[in-house]
């Protein structure tokens, strides 16, 4: 494994960050449709384990395929951009305003939410032989999935609406150290490994992700969840958005970059007088 220090991938983070703001309008919707769509089916794979097999630990062992299938392919999740694309407004890298940083984030929402649509849309299609059966148990899970987290946060008023802030918070964290971790080595076991561990953790404690959650509320609607567009923008998109872009950026993208590339000046420290041999 050849392992790169911090200041190092730190710096390649700022790199990156600043290549998704030059990427075509047609690249970025391309490579933000295709993440949104691996990540869909991810999930629904994760939840398929689950009902399978009574086993929650085993789905969010497997949910991470998704992640790092679309990592290594250089796929765009709205997630790693909160974290990686402000680096680069920072740095004050040539060409990069907030504008740009705004509009590369805008064009990534659009692609992944386009692409976890298409996936819910197919999903949803082959589970019911084209709408004309029900959805079995697995449409009924994802039902329950859709309704428990909407309106049960609905149901505890402002707690709840910042309750799912704070969890969006907590699963950008997780998932950009996903993303940090694969800089740290240009092996693609390694980065695979250093993916694996926190997509693991965020999917098991139920943290919010954004694109898991444009693949499964659409979903859960179209097999029958009983709640509003309106309830799920509210009650779970729009907090948990912004909770992403919270944790991502504040929790991961800024102290590193602050601690690794705008270091502050070493500590003079006075110079200690050594104590005298005492001789025997």
Not at 28 to 45: K, P, V
Not at 187 to 199: D, F, L, V
Request: aromatic share 12%.
């Amino acid at each position: 494994m050849a392992y790169l220090e911090p200041s190092e991938f730190v710096t390649k983070m700022v790199d990156a960050g600043e290549s998704k703001i030059y990427m075509s309008s047609k690249d970025t919707l391309i490579r933000a449709f295709m993440a949104g769509a691996i990540l869909g089916l991810a999930a629904i794979f994760a939840i398929t384990v689950i009902i399978k097999t009574g086993s929650p630990i085993l789905g969010s062992v497997l949910f991470p395929v998704g992640f790092i299938m679309l990592y290594l392919m250089k796929f765009d999740l709205l997630t790693g951009v909160f974290t990686l694309v402000p680096l680069a407004l920072l740095d004050k890298r040539p060409g990069v305003t907030t504008g740009q940083v705004l509009r590369n984030w805008g064009l990534t929402f659009i692609g992944n939410f386009g692409g976890a649509m298409t996936t819910a849309f197919m999903m949803a299609f082959i589970l019911t032989y084209g709408f004309s059966v029900d959805g079995g148990a697995i449409a009924e899970k994802v039902s329950s999935i859709g309704e428990s987290r909407t309106l049960g946060y609905k149901e505890h008023g402002a707690g709840g609406w910042f309750t799912i802030l704070i969890r969006g918070m907590l699963c950008n964290w997780m998932v950009s150290m996903g993303v940090v971790g694969a800089m740290i080595s240009t092996s693609a076991g390694s980065k695979m490994a250093a993916m694996w561990m926190p997509i693991m953790l965020f999917f098991f404690m139920g943290f919010e992700h954004s694109i898991v959650n444009m693949f499964l509320f659409p979903f859960s609607m179209i097999m029958g969840g009983e709640f509003t567009i309106a309830d799920y923008l509210i009650w779970n998109e729009i907090p948990t958005v912004l909770g992403n872009l919270i944790g991502g950026l504040f929790l991961v993208g800024l102290p590193l970059y602050y601690t690794h590339v705008r270091t502050s000046p070493e500590r003079k420290v006075a110079n200690s007088m050594k104590p005298a041999s005492t001789a025997v």
